[in-house]
């Protein structure tokens, strides 16, 4: 506490401590701690760059450019079917071996030898994985994105060599993967995000340096090269005898049998993520594209980037506490289990309402004024249906994240049927009423199917395997 002589000043002073105590208490009670703070810092500053993003490509790039910068990104997601959901295994299983181990203060992990052992065999896994994935990526996206790219004919637009850069540093990209699912699931969630964070800031920084230098779609090649070149340096930094002891030695005890163990859970999450993921978000753009041209394709596009960050932060309070959701099942503390989701659930809640509130207001803002850059955006209307069923859509990604802990994937089917209803929606309604058209089905199908589905088989799920 500081004290001045001004005891009115002091009055204020006080005031001012009791509120931020009282803030700080509450944070707490939704489950906003220090490394959620990372979390939504650095999905805060993803949400920052992309209107900075927006600008420049506003100001430097003309509509139909617009249309093929945001449609090579979206295409990019397709890295999901690389993955596999491998990644979000890999943090579940690495959270239950770790519930034996710890990581001193030299980056070592000590504890159980068993426990030890199967992390690497683990490690060793997915890096092989990752690194056939990466290839089969690259072959199967660049023509992907030859055929999308063909149909609406510029001749003023080089895209051709710009796409199968962009492709191939992507496919390089996943090999971080398993990496940081690992330091996610040994309980370094906050480190990750530090790391994710200085990534985001130098991915971007190039990005615009790339756009104002007038590079025009090369700019997103060296997006995924620093990408690449920040994780790594930041990587052998910090974490440098943790990464020699999980990928360069072997252990000498039970290993992770990935047939019986890794594949039950994996080709479920494969399918919910691949279909259920892939599916449901990512190709309201390229559809767009292919049906009514990039202008319209560029505003769903920067429209969808704004909302998918918003989804992103706000989940960070539930996906965060994970690795702690795989410790306390390990142990059977159903009851602290619990107590610790709800909280979770409901600080994610209020931060994605806040958050699209705000958002609505902002764009409001930008029309009334007649700001050049609410017409790269899609109509308000449209808007506030997307973000509706983004609030609605955070209770099943909890709900999914509750159960994975478990290490296994209930919401196999569900995920694989919505992102099936959303898809055909998309292809559809896009084709026929464009933008507002793939809102609404997205809004009907999340409304009158995922939520009341996935809560029936959260609670069954939750009944079942918790007895005793």
């Known amino acids: 506490m500081i004290y001045v002589t001004n005891p009115r000043l002091n009055i204020t002073i006080l005031k001012v401590e009791k509120i931020y105590r009282g803030m700080i208490v509450w944070l707490k009670k939704v489950e906003i701690d220090r490394t959620v703070a990372w979390g939504l ?29 945001y449609t090579f990104k979206n295409l990019l997601n397709f890295q999901n079917f690389a993955d596999l959901g ?34 690497q065999s683990l490690a060793k896994f997915a890096t092989r994985w990752f690194f056939l994935a990466g290839v089969l ?33 992507t496919g390089l990209g996943l090999l971080f993967v398993p990496v940081l699912s690992l330091l996610e699931g040994c309980h370094q969630v906050a480190s990750v995000y530090k790391i994710r ?21 090369w700019s997103l090649a060296i997006y995924t090269i620093s990408g690449i070149l920040v994780a790594l340096l930041l990587l052998l930094w910090k974490y440098q005898p ?70 992103a932060s706000s989940i960070m309070v539930v996906y965060t506490k994970a690795p702690a959701f795989a410790a306390l ?23 994605c309402a806040v958050g699209s509130v705000a958002l609505l207001g902002l764009i409001s803002c930008l029309n009334y004024f007649n700001v050049v850059a609410a017409t ?12 509706l069923a983004t609030i609605f859509w955070q209770v099943s990604f909890a709900q999914a994240i509750y159960l994975r802990a478990h290490k296994r994937e209930p919401f196999f089917w569900l995920s694989v049927i919505s992102g099936l209803l959303i898809a055909i929606s998309t292809f559809v309604f896009g084709k026929k009423f464009g933008a507002a058209g793939i809102a609404w089905g997205y809004l009907i199908i999340v409304l009158f199917f995922v939520i009341p589905l996935g809560t029936f088989v959260w609670l069954r799920c939750r009944k079942m395997w918790h007895k005793g």
């Open 86 to 119: 491998l990644g979000i295994v890999i943090v579940q299983f690495a959270g239950h071996e770790f519930s034996r181990l710890s990581l001193t203060k030299d980056g070592f992990l000590i504890g159980d030898g068993q426990a030890l052992s199967r992390l």
């Open 41 to 69: 810092a650095y999905r805060l500053l993803e949400a920052i760059s992309g209107p900075v993003t927006m600008i420049f490509v506003i100001v430097f790039f003309n509509p139909d450019l617009q249309g093929y910068f």
């Open 197 to 217: 964070l200085a990534r985001v800031a130098g991915i971007n920084s190039f990005c615009w340096l790339s756009i104002f230098l007038g590079l025009k779609l």
């Open 329 to 351: 099942i390990a142990r059977k503390d159903y009851l602290a289990l619990d107590r610790l989701f709800f909280r979770s659930v409901f600080g994610t809640l209020i931060l």
């Open 242 to 311: 943790f990464l020699k002891q999980i990928f360069f030695s072997e252990g000498k005890g039970q290993k992770i049998e990935w047939g019986k163990e890794v594949l039950p859970m994996q080709w479920r999450l494969a399918c919910s993520s691949v279909i259920g993921g892939y599916l449901s978000f990512s190709l309201f753009t390229p559809v767009l594209f292919y049906y009514h041209g990039p202008v319209l394709a560029g505003r769903m596009g920067m429209t969808w980037a704004i909302v998918s960050a918003l989804s």
């Open 376 to 387: 790269r955006l899609l109509p308000l209307k449209t808007i506030a249906i997307l973000l």
């Open 137 to 169: 990526f690259v072959i199967v996206i660049i023509p992907i994105g030859h055929f999308i790219f063909k149909r609406p004919v510029s001749h003023d637009i080089a895209w051709v060599y710009p796409w199968m850069a962009v492709a191939f540093f």
